[in-house]
């Protein structure tokens, strides 16, 4: 067992981050006759399978945007680059690169937190920068819109109803180590242990896990009621068919806000049983909204389309932000910022959103609403 497993992270602490666009961050659309803006989607590694979704999500938000008239005139042209973990040298660079040319006016991106903070220090505010996943909160970078949602919206509702509902009350935590995993277990322990709960055990696993099952066996050593996965993409697949393959799904339950449906279509559905999910969007959300934007999106895509999920969705959602943010110059920049969402979407802060959340159960391969969270 890798020494690693052990080591425990601590509470992030800060202050919501300015909203408003600032110094020389404000949008500029340079020479060219469209709006350039990067598009950051994670395309290899443990993230690479949330890839194909965003990109068509999207797609679809720049033919609807460009279909209203575009960005103050221009039409939005994308220019896709990976923003997988393991491609982060190349991307910075590629960003730099694109800034110093004045060739974008922003960047709309989904990755894990260890690459935006990387960007933070590279970009230093000069292009506005529209971070569209879940995250850990305490974003304070200028002009770093972060639109996702944090624990507070997501883990800390969830935790609460889950101890109620299935009398749940010792958690295991398990997650990739980094900044994202170890800021929301922080806050996660504190949950538990206000809703009368304990945790048997927290440990955080290198991306790029392949054979999981001596970490799971050493999990059960601890006896723990529920088991809460903050593992990324293509590792959360591994430890979930792992999980079922040993029969550990009879009896102990799971819970993650970063299980989406492709995660749950790749782990298949003998091993999805006793697994929840907490998120902003699920592809079967029964309201006119999201019956309206999956009828869009399988238009598109003529029918032929990555399955539909919440960090999919946080990209359609970033570039209609993005397009909202720039596409005003006499907005109020104290004024919160409504953007076209398949969920509905006022943006106040970095740390404050009017967005519903929802805790899920799998069904097979596919998520049935338990209840909203927020």
Not at 13 to 23: D, E, H, I, S, Y
Not at 48 to 75: D, F, M, Y
Not at 187 to 199: L, T
């Amino acid at each position: 067992m890798p020494a690693s497993i052990l080591l425990r992270g601590a509470q992030n602490k800060g202050v919501a981050a300015p909203f408003r666009l600032t110094g020389e961050g404000a949008v500029r659309f340079g020479r060219e006759a469209a709006c350039r803006v990067a598009v950051l989607v994670p395309m290899n590694g443990s993230a690479g399978i949330w890839g194909p979704s965003c990109i068509s999500c999207a797609q679809l938000a720049i033919a609807e945007i460009n279909r209203r008239g575009g960005i103050r005139g221009r039409p939005v042209e994308p220019v896709f680059l990976n923003s997988d973990d393991s491609a982060a040298g190349d991307l910075e660079v590629a960003l730099n690169d694109l800034i110093e040319d004045e060739a974008i006016a922003g960047i709309v991106g989904m990755s894990v937190s260890s690459v935006r903070q990387r960007l933070n220090k590279l970009v230093s505010g000069r292009v506005p920068h529209v971070y569209t996943p879940l995250f850990e909160g305490n974003e304070r970078s200028p002009n770093v819109f972060t639109i996702g949602e944090t624990p507070t919206d997501q883990l800390v509702p969830a935790i609460r109803h889950l101890g109620a509902m299935l009398k749940v009350r010792r958690w295991a935590l398990i997650g990739n180590d980094y900044v994202w995993p170890r800021a929301s277990n922080a806050i996660a322990k504190q949950c538990i242990a206000a809703s009368g709960g304990s945790v048997t055990f927290e440990g955080y696993v290198p991306f790029g896990i392949e054979e999981p099952a001596w970490l799971i066996e050493r999990i059960v050593e601890t006896r723990p009621d529920i088991v809460l996965l903050s593992l990324v993409g293509q590792d959360s697949v591994e430890f979930n068919r792992s999980f079922g393959a040993l029969g550990l799904d009879r009896h102990i339950f799971r819970f993650s806000t970063a299980i989406e449906e492709n995660i749950l279509m790749a782990t298949g559905a003998d091993n999805t049983r006793r697994l929840f999910a907490a998120a902003s969007y699920f592809s079967t959300l029964e309201t006119e909204r999201n019956q309206a934007f999956r009828e869009r999106y399988h238009s598109l895509h003529q029918g032929v389309a990555p399955a539909l999920n919440a960090l999919g969705q946080s990209m359609y959602e970033g570039l209609n932000f993005f397009a909202a943010l720039a596409g005003d110059a006499a907005r109020d920049p104290r004024a919160p910022v409504a953007y076209e969402s398949a969920r509905g979407g006022v943006f106040h802060s970095n740390e404050r959103k009017d967005n519903p959340t929802y805790l899920a159960r799998a069904d097979g391969l596919h998520f049935a609403i338990v209840d909203r969270l927020s």
